[in-house]
């Protein structure tokens, strides 16, 4: 190591400090956005958590509001209940629909798929992966939402929790499909063949030896994929009917996600003269950091065994 | 029917729902595919490229050239963090440091890219008054690529065999000479596939940019700040919801160009993919 140091120095220091950049980026992420947010976290108190009503005052009154040491508009008042449920429900019912979904793709692709068509259906689960968000967005507006809205909700509204509920289980299918595809094919065949030997079918084989002697590899796929649909910003947007200090009372009812939220109020919150309306979404943003950062931790916790072969997630 | 027989049906049965959900992604992938190009060749015309955007349509220029710039500009930016940290984390870094760095790279690479765009807000268009940018907008899709060049280079730089560093070290070079003479072409294609995958995720990316590179009717400047840039994925979002045939065209249209962007370097990373794979079985 010593000697290493005296002939290298250059290279070893300048790609050193890359790394502790690459390392220190998270935190310094976090740190950033406590300090940003924190007269809005004090402003807003457990509100924020409790509170249905998104409102950044009335800017032509007389006077401001002071609480917790610091000043927004009169009226104000930030609670993200709405979002954080709608951010919540929404990943959840997609994550209900799209991990048995992946399981099936995943174990056709294994097992039933001849050789020679992999690299095609394998082709397949990546350009599925990166298709960009907005164009999953333009074809949830056009195609989705219209057709919930004629023949499934009773309101003829199709914008809502449903809409959001299945374009993110399609944005999260290829990529669970990759990751336990990976862990799957990693897995070696002896416990199919030995399976197989005590007259199982290839079926029971499958579902009832491989699966369970990887599902830890299969429950960090699946915080992974929910972590990124918790994340999940434009496709959503475009179809979750973007709503405002209310709950949703059905499956087609309009709902709002955190990240939908900071891009759709960007442009009400740069009018709020107090600026704690820009503040409280940066408080926003701090909470989907927090909650996404425990998602991935966890995930990557548990898949630390697991070697980093996949490209997608 | 025996109750062997009924587990065979069964078995297949299930084989043949797992096959259909197959068939279900292939669909959901050429409906999409069909959807976006049905709409987007026809608004195609040679003007979109010479003709920036107005009101309510005009021509894609301005976007094209900012998402290409914003794109390069953070690809270049990760690559030298990317492949740097991978090269310390394989050549230097004793194991418990290379442990922790893979683990937050890992952590990184699942934050949401809204987040990086509203931290980047928070300190260079609002904390350094640089406004909306190209550099803002290029740094926050470096970040958000980062984890992806990272772990290609490491996968690559991981998998040159021992004994061709050994007998670069045993012919006496020092190991600066071993890294960029065996290690760095040995690692180049997997590195290279890493970067083509973060083109296509950088490419296809838009809620970073709306807070940081903001948007321009505008060809960009090439000023690094207080220059607003206009991308190719703003025109999809906001033209689709103008009440307008014309501003929907245009939004086809960035769809579709987008789709051909992202899909050509994606096949193009896979062909870098299928190289490397051939490679290690001969």
Redesign the interface.
């Known amino acids: 190591m010593m000697q290493?140091v005296r002939?290298?120095p250059?290279?070893?220091l300048?790609?050193?400090a890359?790394?502790v950049?690459?390392?220190a980026?998270?935190f310094l992420?976090l740190l950033?956005?406590l300090a940003?947010a924190y007269p809005a976290i004090r402003f807003n108190g457990i509100g924020f958590l409790t509170s249905l009503t998104w409102n950044i005052g009335n800017q032509y009154a007389s006077g401001t509001v002071t609480r917790g040491g610091f000043t927004g508009q009169v009226g104000a008042s930030f609670g993200a209940l709405v979002f954080i449920c709608g951010t919540v429900l929404s990943s959840f019912l997609a994550m209900i629909a799209a991990v048995p979904?992946s399981l099936?793709?995943a174990?056709?692709?294994v097992?039933?798929?001849p050789p020679f068509l992999k690299?095609l259906?394998n082709?397949?689960?990546?350009?599925?992966a990166?298709?960009?968000?907005?164009?999953?967005?333009?074809?949830g507006?056009?195609?989705l939402v219209p057709f919930i809205g004629n023949k499934l909700s009773p309101s003829g509204n199709g914008n809502g929790l449903l809409a959001a509920t299945i374009i993110l289980a399609?944005m999260v299918?290829?990529i669970m499909?990759a990751t336990t595809r990976d862990v799957v094919q990693a897995q070696s065949t002896a416990i199919y063949e030995a399976s197989m030997a005590l007259g199982?079918?290839?079926?029971?084989a499958v579902?009832r030896a491989v699966l369970p002697s990887v599902r830890n590899g299969i429950a960090g796929s699946v915080l992974?994929a929910f972590?990124?649909a918790?994340?999940?910003?434009?496709a959503v947007?475009?179809v979750c009917g973007a709503a405002i200090n209310t709950l949703p009372q059905s499956i087609f009812s309009p709902i709002n996600t955190i990240?939908a939220v900071?891009?759709s109020q960007?442009e009400s919150a740069l009018t709020d003269a107090s600026g704690m309306a820009q503040r409280s979404?940066?408080e926003l943003?701090l909470a989907?950091?927090l909650i996404?950062?425990i998602?991935?931790?966890v995930?990557?916790v548990i898949l630390?065994g697991g070697d980093?072969?996949s490209?997608v997630? | 029917m025996s109750a062997r027989a009924i587990?065979?049906l069964?078995?297949h049965l299930?084989?043949g729902?797992?096959?259909g959900?197959?068939g279900?992604?292939?669909a959901?992938?050429l409906?999409?595919f069909v959807?976006?190009f049905a709409h987007g060749v026809a608004a195609l015309r040679p003007q979109l490229f010479t003709t920036v955007t107005t009101g309510i349509a005009g021509g894609l220029e301005n976007a094209i050239a900012g998402t290409l710039l914003l794109v390069s500009i953070g690809i270049v930016l990760a690559a030298?963090?990317?492949i740097?940290?991978a090269?310390?984390?394989v050549?230097?870094?004793p194991v418990w440091?290379a442990r922790?760095?893979?683990?937050?790279?890992?952590?990184?690479?699942?934050?949401?890219?809204?987040?990086?765009g509203?931290?980047l807000y928070?300190?260079l268009v609002e904390?350094l008054g640089w406004g909306f940018s190209l550099i803002a907008g290029a740094f926050s899709l470096a970040?958000f690529v980062?984890p992806?060049v990272?772990?290609?280079a490491?996968?690559a730089l991981t998998s040159v065999p021992t004994h061709l560093r050994e007998g670069s070290v045993a012919l006496g070079a020092?190991?600066?000479v071993t890294?960029f003479s065996i290690d760095l072409p040995y690692a180049m294609p997997g590195i290279l596939?890493?970067l083509l995958?973060a083109v296509?995720?950088g490419?296809?990316?838009?809620?970073p940019l709306?807070?940081t590179a903001g948007w321009s009717n505008y060809m960009p400047t090439l000023a690094p700040t207080h220059s607003p840039v206009g991308y190719l994925?703003y025109v999809?979002?906001t033209y689709?919801s103008q009440p307008f045939a014309a501003s929907h065209a245009l939004?086809y249209a960035a769809?579709t160009l987008?789709?051909l962007f992202?899909?050509a370097t994606?096949?193009f990373?896979?062909s870098f993919?299928?190289y490397r794979y051939n490679r290690g079985r001969r």
């Open positions: 290493r002939t290298q250059f290279l070893r300048a790609t050193g890359l790394a950049a690459s390392f980026l998270i992420m950033f956005l940003y979904f099936l793709v174990i056709a692709i097992y039933r798929v690299p259906t082709a397949v689960v990546e350009l599925m990166g298709v960009p968000s907005v164009i999953y967005g333009l074809w507006m056009i195609v399609l299918v290829p499909v199982s079918t290839s079926w029971q579902t992974l972590g990124r918790l994340g999940e910003t434009m947007l475009m990240a900071i891009v960007l979404l940066g943003a989907l950091f996404t950062l998602v991935n931790g995930a990557r630390r980093r072969t490209m997630a | 587990s065979r069964s078995s299930w084989w729902v797992s096959i959900a197959l279900v992604i292939i959901v992938l409906a999409i959807f976006v030298i963090v990317g740097g940290t090269l310390w984390v050549e230097y870094a440091a922790a760095v893979r683990y937050m790279i890992d952590v990184l690479a699942g934050v949401p890219s809204i987040v990086v509203y931290f928070v300190a904390g970040i980062l992806y990272e772990r290609a490491d996968i020092r190991q600066a890294i596939t890493g995958v296509g995720i490419l296809g990316e838009t809620a709306i807070y994925t999809v979002w689709i939004a769809a987008l789709m992202v899909f994606n096949l990373a896979r993919v299928e």
